[in-house]
């Protein structure tokens, strides 16, 4: 059964330069963002997830103004990212939105350099020390760090949640497909409106995957 006091929920990069007008990449997850409301469903789940007790964990993403941390000859989304200048540290395009701004008891983790948010960070570590057995993603982009993300937790043992309507991606083609082929392989998905309603209820959840067919 989900408890709320060991389910968490996972936000990954509501930073400006995705979420916001002017944000780097903005104009590339506009469509998605709009077409599935996704920004309004996750400030709704944050708040509700909040009331009912479930840990907040952020996990943004950051880079030093020359991308030092990277390799020096960068291709796929990572060249995006540096060719466009993206998520700079001390930056306006890496702050978290305001929307969603942390709150004192929430969990900021740090250290996010690639597309996995365990990959380089403490995410594991800190889910673990809090006993975390189930956690929930929500972010960007659906088919790049919310799957990396979301396959690495699920071979690490957790309950995983992926929520639909809470992610975005560059269109909706490529946010469709990862749903319906990918997900369900790695993770339960379902909408904001049934997380929230579950965790309301305390109703289990069947954790059940796509498999093999």
């Given at each position: 059964?989900?408890?709320?006091?060991?389910?968490?929920?996972?936000?990954?990069?509501?930073?400006?330069?995705?979420?916001?007008?002017?944000?780097?990449?903005?104009?590339?997850?506009?469509?998605?963002?709009?077409?599935?409301?996704?920004?309004?469903?996750?400030?709704?789940?944050?708040?509700?997830?909040?009331?009912?007790?479930?840990?907040?964990?952020?996990?943004?993403?950051?880079?030093?103004?020359d991308y030092h941390e990277?390799?020096?000859?960068?291709y796929g989304i990572l060249?995006?990212?540096?060719?466009?200048?993206?998520?700079?540290?001390?930056?306006?395009?890496?702050?978290?939105?305001?929307?969603?701004?942390?709150?004192?008891?929430?969990?900021?983790?740090?250290?996010?350099?690639?597309?996995?948010?365990?990959?380089?960070?403490?995410?594991?570590?800190?889910?673990?020390?809090?006993?975390?057995?189930?956690?929930?993603?929500?972010?960007?982009?659906t088919n790049c760090c919310?799957?990396?993300?979301?396959?690495?937790?699920?071979?690490?043992?957790?309950?995983?949640?992926?929520?639909?309507?809470?992610?975005?991606?560059?269109?909706?083609?490529?946010?469709?497909?990862?749903?319906?082929?990918?997900?369900?392989?790695?993770?339960?998905?379902?909408?904001?409106?049934?997380?929230?309603?579950?965790?309301?209820?305390?109703?289990?959840?069947?954790?059940?995957?796509?498999?093999?067919?």
């Amino acid at each position: 059964m989900q408890q709320p006091a060991t389910t968490a929920l996972v936000l990954i990069e509501f930073q400006h330069d995705f979420t916001s007008e002017g944000g780097v990449f903005y104009n590339a997850v506009k469509g998605v963002m709009e077409q599935n409301n996704m920004l309004e469903n996750t400030i709704e789940t944050v708040k509700e997830a909040r009331k009912a007790g479930v840990k907040i964990v952020y996990v943004p993403i950051s880079f030093t103004p020359d991308y030092h941390e990277l390799t020096q000859k960068p291709y796929g989304i990572l060249k995006g990212v540096v060719d466009n200048g993206a998520f700079k540290k001390n930056t306006w395009g890496s702050e978290i939105i305001e929307s969603l701004t942390p709150e004192p008891q929430d969990i900021i983790i740090e250290g996010k350099r690639g597309l996995c948010g365990f990959a380089s960070t403490n995410l594991n570590f800190v889910l673990r020390s809090m006993g975390i057995q189930t956690i929930a993603l929500a972010g960007y982009l659906t088919n790049c760090c919310v799957e990396s993300t979301m396959r690495t937790a699920y071979e690490q043992g957790y309950n995983v949640i992926t929520l639909t309507d809470c992610c975005a991606t560059l269109s909706q083609e490529e946010h469709d497909n990862a749903i319906n082929k990918d997900f369900p392989m790695f993770s339960q998905p379902m909408s904001h409106v049934d997380f929230i309603e579950k965790l309301q209820t305390n109703e289990a959840i069947e954790l059940v995957g796509k498999g093999y067919e």
